[in-house]
């Protein structure tokens, strides 16, 4: 009833070739956007539960922005390319460790000249970690032209062991630190330091809704559309006239660049100090996990995906002490990954397609509401 | 459907007034980071049971400290970083003062908290473990390794080995490996026994074993060519009995392997049932076995069935959980002393740690006389002891085999100095002034 299109009559391209073209998404969308940008702010400055206290943000919040950011880059790649991928804590690691080796300054020695850049701030720090991510991401992309599936998720596997060795072995990059460990420099943009949690929240909530609108507008672009004829038939794609070449590299390259820029934000924004294991073979493993949870080939499944892998097992963790029920962390803790193993279970059974999947029929049935046939 | 969101929304409010219980005004929020599961639980659950007990034993005793009840929540970190820092978010905020201190138990957690707690003000007690150059409390000032950091541990197991060859000038022309944990917590020792290295002039390498540590034949084989006269082990976890395993394989002497005090328990060597004889470990001080304070836990707490210790009841772990609240409730008494019998802030709780005195005296009083030495913190030492012993066991049980071996100071402190220096200008903290500190 409420939920129709109905009498939007579109009058120009530029109406037709909008992200949202119906009009409830949009007013849903704006919605969503000013309770993220003003509600939730509002909400944390009275003191409303639960956003009062710092925990809403800083152990919620954050880490779901940040992980939705890294799935919405391997959906890139793994969702509309249809290129598997378990390389993703290796590329957030390189995103992470050269934002690190920028904002602390950077220099080599090639025997004949001597490269040295002065410690940026932060903001084009985490922008190069970025970028790095993407270069790198090239270079482990290009077995892709000649391997497919399964095939090509081992060689991305390879890129996972290779920086988690890195990062661990080569002492330059963690600046010669004698425990491995580094420590991130202060959230300092433009002469401002963020510092308090709901500053630290509007920074990941900045990046995250810049990227995803970006990632939204390039999906449905020419390049979007030679990723999926990529993914559906590569051989057929080909025959059309899509280079694999470019489709799949420019994949690779802007997946690797947001998950670069998750990893930086992962390390500077959430964590503060870290080392190689935050980036380890288990993070891949999760945010594929918030891929195919969410959905594969859908923006707004990354989001879903994230916030069931990573909100779920808090919230449950939590159920029993808030219910005063005198359980010990010990079982809790294995009650969880029981009850959340079965959910998976039983989702990707009843829905294989995951959340988005679910979100689309939701919607197909509002349309017909409250007269389905 | 309807049904089921009105269930939803009861079951929401109901989750709401749950969150809030009421508080009583007089109970001090001692937070626990545990690990209860995964790879590391065998090491951390006599841990948390020795925190949890000695807590609830001061309760049932004495009623609290000086009156004030203690209410201890546990979360479960799984020993990993994220986690960890998700329970450190959760808990900080609880009771009517929030958390009184935390000890994560593990050297990434640590490293994590390092940067987070002195924007909320809670002391991170890392007894044993963490940051050696956080001894320096100008440039720390809310950490506090107290009674032991890697670098002691590094430096007294070489001048144990020293003591058994005859001497340091024996040490030349050695070869002496670290087999340790590739992490923060197994990587800190390195720069100690480098600079040990230097100035005894012994052959030092590092080895490292991935996490969690149970595949480690390569290392081992490797240390079989190699022949080093000793192998100094840092592991944590499973990767100790496995490390003891694979030297029983290669045929490489236990008695030569000496253990860093987080590899010298009972569950490190029991797997490895008669393998593990010989093996030696270093002591933070105390080893296994009940002194006074075990009649009271068994007294107050084991008999009135108000814990989960099984056998665990006793054991080096144990003692070391128990010695971990023994201090961080004793700070709070010493806070309590300026601030007054209520519970107090992590600022306050702060203010104890620095400046604690447990002279042999107290340390008599509270039962843990045999188990530590009479330790002061102070601004500028947030480590406040030096010493520590060797043990060696001989299939059934722990034998102390050493007497108190004092870490030379004047090798570690320029490198605690040179450490909290770069620490501090990479995060540009202006170092306290301590003599001006009360």
Known sequence: MFYRETGQFKTSYAADMQIFPIRQDRIALWVVLAFAFIGIPLLDGLQVWPFGGEYMLRAILIPFLILSLAAIGLNILTGYCGQLSLGSGAFMAIGAYSAYKFGTGVDISFGLFDLSIPPLSVLPSILLGGLMAAIIGILFGIPSLRIKGLYLAVATLAAQFFFDWVFIRVKWFTNYTSSGSVVAPDLNFFGYVVNAPIERYLLCLVFVTIFALLAKNLVRGNIGRQWMATRDMDIAAELMGIRPLYAKLSAFAISSFIMGVAGALWAFVYLGAWEPLAFSIDRSFQILFMVIIGGLGSILGSFLGAAFILVLPIALDQVPHALGMPISVETVSLLVFVITGALICWLLIVEPRGFARLWLTGKEKLRLWPYPY | ?438
């Open chain 2, 1 to 438: 459907m309807r049904k089921l969101t009105l269930a939803l929304t009861a079951l929401a409010l109901g989750a709401t007034g749950m969150t809030a219980p009421a508080m009583a005004q007089n109970e001090q929020f001692l937070p626990s980071l545990v690990y209860r599961t995964g790879p590391y639980a065998p090491n951390g659950i006599p841990f948390a049971n020795g925190v949890a007990d000695y807590w609830t034993m001061l309760n049932e005793r004495d009623g609290g400290i000086n009156g004030v009840k203690i209410v201890a929540e546990e979360c479960e970190t799984g020993y990993a970083t994220d986690k960890g820092v998700e329970c450190y978010e959760r808990l900080k905020g609880k009771g009517p003062t929030g958390a009184g201190y935390f000890s994560p138990l593990s050297t990434g957690i640590t490293f994590a908290l390092t940067e987070k707690v002195p924007g909320d003000k809670i002391p991170l007690l890392t007894m044993g473990y963490g940051r050696s150059e956080s001894r320096n409390g100008a440039v720390f000032p809310w950490n506090f390794v107290a009674v032991g950091s890697y670098w002691t541990a590094a430096d007294v197991a070489i001048q144990h080995i020293a003591k058994e060859l005859g001497g340091a000038d024996k040490l030349k022309g050695k070869k002496i490996s670290l087999v340790y944990h590739d992490s923060p917590y197994g990587k800190e020792p390195i720069a100690a026994l480098e600079q040990r290295a230097k100035v005894n002039g012994f052959t030092f390498k590092a080895i490292p074993v991935t996490h969690p540590g149970v595949e480690q034949k390569s290392q081992w084989l490797a240390i079989r060519q190699d022949r080093p006269d000793y192998v100094l082990l840092w592991g944590w976890g499973v990767m100790n009995s496995t490390s003891i395993k694979e030297a029983a394989a290669v045929g490489y002497p236990r008695d030569k392997v000496i253990g860093v005090w987080w590899s010298g328990a009972e569950p490190d060597v029991t797997p490895a049932g008669d393998q593990s004889t010989g093996y030696k470990a270093l002591m933070l001080q105390h080893g296994a076995g009940k002194f006074k304070v075990h009649a009271d836990l068994e007294k107050f707490v084991i008999s009135k069935n108000k814990t989960a210790t099984k056998d665990d009841f006793a054991q080096v772990l144990y003692n070391r959980g128990l010695l971990n609240s023994m201090l961080g409730t004793e700070a709070i008494r010493t806070a309590m002393k300026k601030f007054g019998n209520k519970p107090m802030t992590g600022e306050q709780v702060r203010w104890g740690f620095e400046n604690l005195d447990l002279t042999a005296a107290r340390i008599k009083e509270l039962g843990f006389e045999g188990m530590v030495s009479p330790i002061k913190l102070s601004c500028a030492d947030h480590q406040g002891a030096d010493v520590a012993r060797v043990q060696q066991w001989d299939g059934k049980a722990w034998k102390v085999i050493s007497d108190y071996y004092k870490a030379d100071r004047s090798i570690l402190d320029p490198m605690v100095k040179d450490a909290s220096a770069k620490y501090a200008a990479e995060k540009k903290i202006t170092a306290r002034d301590c003599s001006k500190e009360s």
